[in-house]
């Protein structure tokens, strides 16, 4: 009883008071239980606003961040879905749950293995974790999604994500250095065209390896 009354009190005074008002993302996160992919000693922290520590220095995203991030991507019955940063599997088991076909990359071998054990517990089957470098050469394939979820930031934009997009796909990323960063909905319109919408502003770690600007020496 105290997850269920804990679990709406995040929705309502976390998730929808940041503008996450479709309902199929709010039934989403009612239903994938959040406390099976908090590590056990923070399990009584599952519905809080605050970053809960995952282990290697990484921590997991906010329930605002992962509704917003839900919402954009606008994930439907069937869809092809890249995530680049599966942490504990919270997010992975969200798109899923959302109908998404999920392929999920992680760099680090032991958070990975923790997400495959989230997400077994959880008995979510469409997710596929891979222990990978997403910026390292060959390990974005030809494959193309109708969405990718990026759950760090970047210093800079990478091409190979708009260009792994289907047409009508829609890419979630946040870009910048600290202290001014920006998520974006990125929406493929054509082979050739992209729109870029700015959707608020947050500060987020970046991920391992992402592309960063090239350092100015004298």
């Given at each position: 009883?105290?997850?269920?009354?804990?679990?709406?009190?995040?929705?309502?005074?976390?998730?929808?008071?940041?503008d996450v008002l479709d309902e199929r993302v709010l039934e989403t996160m009612r239903r994938v239980p959040r406390e099976r992919f908090v590590p056990s000693q923070y399990r009584d922290l599952a519905?809080?606003?605050t970053a809960i520590p995952m282990g290697a220095g990484e921590h997991m995203l906010s329930?605002?961040?992962?509704?917003?991030?839900l919402q954009a991507l606008s994930v439907t019955e069937g869809a092809a879905v890249l995530e680049i940063g599966t942490g504990t599997g919270f997010v992975s088991a969200c798109l899923a749950a959302l109908g998404g076909n999920v392929r999920t990359l992680e760099i680090n071998p032991?958070?990975?293995?923790?997400a495959r054990a989230n997400l077994a517990d959880a008995r979510i089957t469409n997710v596929e974790?891979?222990?990978a470098d997403a910026f390292a050469a060959g390990a974005?394939?030809?494959?193309?999604?109708?969405?990718i979820a990026v759950t760090g930031s970047m210093p800079l934009g990478d091409e190979r994500l708009r260009q792994a997009l289907l047409p009508g796909g829609r890419l979630f990323v946040v870009v910048g250095s600290a202290p001014i960063m920006r998520a974006h909905r990125i929406t493929r319109v054509s082979d050739t065209e992209w729109r870029n919408e700015t959707l608020?502003?947050?500060v987020l770690p970046a991920l391992h390896n992402a592309p960063r600007p090239v350092a100015f020496t004298f």
């Open positions: 009883m105290y997850n269920e009354a804990a679990r709406e009190q995040m929705i309502h005074q976390q998730v929808r008071a940041w519905f809080a606003d329930p605002q961040l992962v509704g917003r991030l032991d958070i990975a293995a923790m974790v891979i222990t974005l394939d030809s494959q193309r999604y109708d969405a608020f502003e947050t």
